[in-house]
């Protein structure tokens, strides 16, 4: 009886051992597959930021090509602007070369002029004269029919066709440079009124006059527009 019970004692013994060691081989095995599970869920991350490198990188490389794009387009530009800024010097220049001859042979013309500078007609006591106020040249009444608005005097002022079809800017700095005080003597060169185209005037309208025959083709002519 004691030896059967030694022997219970033994397998209970190595029964209790032997459920230590699977006790501690789950364990093991637990503890692995918590691993194994850690380590899946890191490759998928690695994975996931791979793809998004690649896509960053995608991206960027888009970008960096559309940033080039418009690199050369803005440069092209500039050379562009550049060219066209050379050609806008060489206008003004121009331009301001034009307004200084014209400037110094304006009083010349004051006196002397016979004629209209864009038709040529006669001056008469009917055909008067009329300052274009930008430029200061003479021309008659319908040459010098057209209006434009200036700056210093913020109102419209009779100018001829050429001023007129001036670019905007141009008008302006004509404006800006040309004295005001010089229109002043423009006063007596007056619209004429239709009473004095039916013959009805005084002598200082007479005053205004250079002379001039009443006849010949030129001188019928803007008459008859008037009408
Ligand atoms: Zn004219
Ligand atoms: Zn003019």
Redesign the pocket.
């Known amino acids: 009886m004691k030896g059967v019970n030694e022997e219970y004692s033994r397998l209970i013994g190595e029964k209790d051992a032997h459920i230590t060691k699977s006790e501690a081989a789950i364990h093991q095995k637990e503890a692995l597959l918590a691993v194994q599970a850690v380590r899946e869920e890191l490759k998928k991350k690695l994975e996931q930021a791979e793809v998004d490198k690649h896509i960053h990188y995608l991206r960027s490389t888009a970008e960096i090509d559309d940033l080039s794009r418009t690199k050369s387009t803005l440069e092209e530009r500039l050379i562009e602007l550049i060219k066209d800024k050379d050609v806008l010097w060489q206008k003004s220049d121009a331009l301001e070369f034009e307004q200084k001859l014209?400037a110094e042979e304006r009083w010349l013309q004051d006196k002397e002029a016979t004629h209209c500078l864009g038709c040529q007609g006669h001056f008469t006591w009917w055909l008067r004269r009329h300052h274009?106020?930008?430029?200061?040249?003479i021309?008659c009444y319908y040459c010098?029919n057209n209006f434009v608005m200036t700056k210093h005097s913020g109102k419209k002022e009779r100018?001829?066709?050429?001023?007129?079809t001036q670019h905007s800017a141009v008008v302006e700095r004509f404006t800006e440079v040309s004295d005001p005080s010089a229109k002043s003597d423009d006063v007596a060169y007056d619209i004429i009124t239709e009473k004095e185209a039916n013959g009805i005037y005084d002598s200082d309208s007479l005053s205004q006059t250079t002379g001039g025959s009443l006849e010949g083709e030129q001188d019928t002519r803007p008459l008859g527009a008037l009408v």
């Open positions: 014209r274009c106020r930008l430029c200061g040249r021309f010098s100018c001829c066709r050429e001023c007129y």
